[in-house]
């Protein structure tokens, strides 16, 4: 039941074949019991049960609001949620309840969503590890797969070794893990530089970057105003686009969303690719990409190619500059917004008393880790009056200037590019630490930020698994405004490459809450999910005849009646 | 047809457009940039010995509000310039600089109706010092205390 789709579950709920309280309760269950994922900082029991609990009565009375009523859904710890703790992994904020929810938590909230809780992030989401808030490090759920394992174990290596687990990505890690263990069905993630797409792609999930100004950042707190977006961490791409039909629009409260109408969001089967025109970008071929990415980078081209799609390379020449572009604005931006964190009315606040200024500078030292606290002053510096036109003003036009880069490539007749996530699959916590937070940003933030400056939609979509059984994932870059266009091409990629679900059963088998007959349960419904996806991969004809998107739903179909066997539904 | 391009792209290793600038350990591109200006900016920038002045630190401490702490702040600093010092090889005569990609579109204004508000007490909860409808701070009129003697030029 975890592993289904949005619709599926929002079937089964309509059906009675599970209830909302039922789904809240196993969602919670699977969160203590993947406690050691460290994916969550805080788990709203008592509210989750409680929105359960009246979707359950909607559900009675066949008023159901949406897709989305009674699906557990987790929210990054950087927007605002009214009555639990909101602490963006810092001290600064640590004990801070906000008295209001973000306009994307509140459109959640308004079509029955069940929020289980707050997720993991970098400290302020400053980060591409989810390795620096206070509440420590998130683990990727893909360290305890089967899959990842069996590959260790043929190479030599102790699988059961627990110190050598992997990193989820940041700075979203904490949502990525939760989507990504089956605690959740969608979560929110923010994206500034990469924080949604670069944990997507570490852990074999879907990660949307709406186009900036599709949907409402009030509440979101904000890390870089000109680049923040809201994300959205999914399973599969349909679900993303039902979550996007949900959050996209105008919001009077966040006056740099677009007053254009926008949606529905609804994605059309494609079956002809003839009329795209897949751009790959040259320059984005790195002498630090791993010879591993850049193969399924060419494969996922060429499958694109041998379904009649028109495949050109393009150059976006000003990349090179993107980081360092970035690397100045976002610290200029960051310098600016985590000024109004003093003390005085929010947050923490020390001891001291001699004068205002002491106050704050003891507060703020105190509130902020290394990383903050260095973005916070390389900010400072190029904002200064001597410095504000040959750094701050100068990464602006460079930032024009990559922006037409875009415009130009989509203006020739591109209609989606092409491009690597990440430079390789998830890498151990113990050698990710070895480079400090601002060098491995640059270097994990190539492929992702200069969407964010450029303000257009992208996707992770995952492909496929490494060598090392882990997954890799692809990005699919937009133009403006074009979200519908993009997650269609997306969920035809999604469809041709079949990546594999992850098979957690060990974590299953630890779980004492689930009764024996559950875990068989469980266990065959993910073997059924993964034996049916090897079918339709090699069932080529079979596939052909009953088409891509009813396949999914027979099968589906089929482990549903076995599933709710076992259960007596 | 763009398979041989990239072929030949991968064997040649670096992309045309990826020369210089590239993320990888800072240090190792430095070394291709100039600073062009540095020898004018003795106050703003690090001195062509390459550390950042004792007088920048305490400037900069002043109007951020936070510390370095210790020698790895200042380095990482130093750092910091020197990466964004990259953005000097690129030419951008002519062009405008960029606030937001939303530039071509209008911010709207919302009508002046109060709507909300009346959360006095709501907002009065996350403060750790209030008394009745205020929050306590310390004094206003004392300045943060080890600076030098000549005050920053602020902004008006």
């Known amino acids: 039941m975890l592993g289904l789709s949005l619709r599926e579950v929002s079937a089964a709920l309509k059906q009675g074949q599970v209830s909302p309280m039922e789904l809240c309760q196993k969602c919670l269950s699977l969160i203590k019991e993947t406690k050691f994922l460290n994916a969550y900082i805080t788990v709203a029991e008592e509210k989750a049960l409680k929105q359960a609990e009246e979707s359950e009565k909607r559900y009675e009375k066949g008023q159901a609001l949406g897709v989305l009523d009674g699906i557990p859904v987790a929210v990054k710890d950087n927007f605002s949620t009214a009555g639990i703790e909101t602490t963006c992994a810092s001290s600064m904020l640590k004990g801070y309840i906000p008295p209001y929810n973000a306009t994307v938590v509140q459109k959640l909230l308004d079509q029955g969503a069940v929020l289980l809780g707050k997720t993991n992030l970098d400290e302020f989401a400053m980060g591409s590890g989810s390795t620096d808030g206070i509440f420590g490090p998130v683990r990727n759920p893909w360290s305890y797969s089967k899959q990842y394992r069996e590959k260790r174990k043929q190479s030599h290596h102790r699988a059961d070794e627990d110190s050598n687990w992997l990193i989820t990505g940041g700075s979203s890690g904490g949502s990525a893990a939760a989507v990504s263990a089956f605690t959740c069905f969608a979560a929110l993630g923010s994206d500034t530089g990469g924080s949604t797409r670069n944990p997507a792609a570490l852990c074999g999930l879907v990660g949307l970057k709406p186009t900036y100004g599709l949907v409402s950042r009030y509440g979101l707190i904000p890390l870089v105003n000109s680049m923040d977006v809201p994300g959205i961490l999914t399973r599969c791409v349909d679900d993303a686009a039902i979550v996007l039909g949900v959050l996209a629009g105008h919001d009077p409260k966040d006056s740099t969303t677009t007053q254009d109408p926008v949606g529905p969001f609804i994605l059309p089967i494609l079956r002809d ?279 999914n739903t027979f099968s589906q179909i089929k482990i549903k009646t076995n599933f709710t066997s076992h259960f007596g539904f | 047809m763009w398979r041989r391009t990239f072929r030949a792209t991968l064997r040649a290793g670096l992309g045309p457009g990826a020369t210089g600038a590239v993320a990888g350990a800072p240090g190792a591109r430095v070394g291709s940039c100039r600073f062009a200006g540095s020898d004018s900016e003795k106050a703003a ?16 401490e002043r109007l951020a509000l936070v510390d370095f702490r210790n020698r790895e702040g200042v380095a990482r600093l ?37 709507v909300e508000g009346s959360c006095a007490e709501d907002l009065l909860q996350n403060s750790q010092q209030t008394v009745e409808e205020y929050f306590v701070a310390p004094l206003g009129n004392i300045t943060l205390p080890k600076q030098s003697e000549q005050h920053p030029v602020l902004k008006s």
């Open chain 1, 273 to 551: 690719v003839s009329k795209l025109c897949i751009g790959i970008p040259k320059e984005y071929n790195v002498p630090e990409l791993s010879s591993e990415m850049q193969a399924f980078w060419s494969k996922a081209a060429d499958l694109f190619a041998s379904k009649g799609a028109k495949v050109v390379e393009v150059s976006l020449p000003h990349t090179s500059y993107s980081i360092v572009c970035y690397h100045v604005l976002c610290t200029a931006e960051v310098a600016s917004n985590m000024a109004r964190f003093d003390g005085l009315e929010y947050g923490h606040r020390c001891n001291v008393n001699v004068s205002t200024e002491a106050m704050y500078a003891a507060t703020r030292r105190e509130g902020f880790n290394d990383v903050v606290r260095g973005r916070i002053l390389s900010g400072n510096f190029f904002l200064l009056r001597e410095n504000y036109d040959d750094y701050f003003v100068k990464a602006q036009k460079v930032r024009r200037l990559i922006a037409n880069d875009f415009v130009k490539v989509f203006n020739s007749g591109v209609d989606v590019l092409l491009t690597p996530t990440t430079l390789s699959d998830a890498v151990p916590y113990l050698e990710f630490i070895k480079e400090d937070n601002r060098t491995r940003s640059a270097q994990d933030d190539i492929f992702t930020q200069s969407v964010n400056m450029a303000g257009l939609p992208a996707v992770n979509v995952p492909m496929a698994l490494s060598s090392q059984g882990l997954p890799v994932g692809l990005q699919l870059i937009g133009r403006a405004f074009s979200d519908q266009q993009l997650l269609t091409v997306a969920k035809w990629f999604e469809e041709q490459v079949q990546f594999p679900v992850i098979q957690l059963q060990e974590l299953v088998d630890n779980c004492p809450t689930f009764s024996q007959h559950e875990k068989l349960g469980l266990v065959s419904l993910k073997r059924n999910l993964s034996k049916t996806k090897d079918w339709r991969y090699y069932g080529e004809s079979k596939r052909k005849k009953l088409g891509p998107c009813r396949t």
């Open chain 2, 45 to 60: 920038g690090p001195s062509p010995g390459g550390r950042v002045s004792a007088e920048l630190i305490e400037h900069l």
């Open chain 2, 78 to 114: 130093q750092a910091a310039i020197e990466f964004a010092g990259q953005l000097r090889a690129v030419d951008t005569d002519g062009v405008e600089p960029m606030e937001s990609v939303l530039e071509d579109r209008c911010l709207y204004l919302r009508a002046d109706e109060v």
